[in-house]
T-cell receptor
Framework: QKEVEQNSGPLSVPEGAIASLNCTYSDRGSQSFFWYRQYSGKSPELIMFIYSNGDKEDGRFTAQLNKASQYVSLLIRDSQPSDSATYLCAVRKYGNKLVFGAGTILRVKS | SAVISQKPSRDICQRGTSLTIQCQVDSQVTMMFWYRQQPGQSLTLIATANQGSEATYESGFVIDKFPISRPNLTFSTLTVSNMSPEDSSIYLC????????????FGPGTRLTVT
């Protein structure tokens, strides 16, 4: 079992819709979780992080964490074609290192 | 967030040679890390660069193959030694400053092709 699992996609949504990206993790002791966006040929860009159960909102993005279910998600409201990218979920481990999932490809169709 | 630069941005190297990648940050940071992203794959941590001491390597990565230096709080190097085509990857440094909510940011990456 991988430490961090994501559906590779691609996830296709129409412009203006809500995109829902999901991630599960195996280490129940994990404390903080990160979402990165990576455009093709570019380095990962931090979108947001979350460490408390519940929702955390930042603009069009909402991160949701459920530690009991070991599940973290990212919702993107009013999806735009510019949101088309690979979204990486990462879990912080001991020593502040991040373990990444394989990423989900998101395609927003205009 | 800190501004991170890497040199070179890309290189094509012959097998058996070595390449040193530099990572420079515009401000002092607590932590620096080196990751590898193989074609079509996600990121894998190579090592944590420790200021003034030996780097901490992850399972599967060794100092002889990936020597790392971190002489101060704004600079680190990663050397890829005795390269083979399997080393063709994007190498990324990342930084984290404990004064910035433990957020970790990535440099632009170095795209390495080994022929």
């Amino acid at each position: 079992q991988k430490e961090v699992e994501q559906n590779s996609g691609p996830l296709s949504v129409p412009e203006g819709a809500i995109a829902s990206l999901n991630c599960t993790y195996s280490d129940r002791g994990s404390q903080s979780f990160f979402w990165y966006r990576q455009y093709s040929g570019k380095s990962p860009e931090l979108i947001m992080f979350i460490y408390s159960n519940g929702d955390k909102e930042d603009g069009r993005f909402t991160a949701q964490l459920n530690k009991a279910s070991q599940y973290v998600s990212l919702l993107i409201r009013d999806s735009q074609p510019s949101d088309s990218a690979t979204y990486l979920c990462a879990v912080r481990k001991y020593g502040n290192k991040l373990v990444f999932g394989a990423g989900t490809i998101l395609r927003v169709k205009s | 967030s800190a501004v991170i630069s890497q040199k070179p941005s890309r290189d094509i190297c012959q097998r058996g040679t070595s390449l040193t990648i530099q990572c420079q940050v515009d401000s002092q940071v607590t932590m620096m890390f080196w990751y590898r992203q193989q074609p079509g794959q996600s990121l894998t941590l190579i090592a944590t660069a420790n200021q003034g001491s030996e780097a901490t390597y992850e399972s599967g990565f060794v100092i002889d193959k990936f020597p790392i230096s971190r002489p101060n709080l704004t600079f680190s190097t990663l050397t890829v030694s005795n390269m083979s085509p399997e080393d063709s990857s994007i190498y990324l440094c990342s930084v984290e400053d404990w004064n910035s909510s433990y957020e970790q940011y990535f440099g632009p990456g170095t795209r390495l092709t080994v022929t």
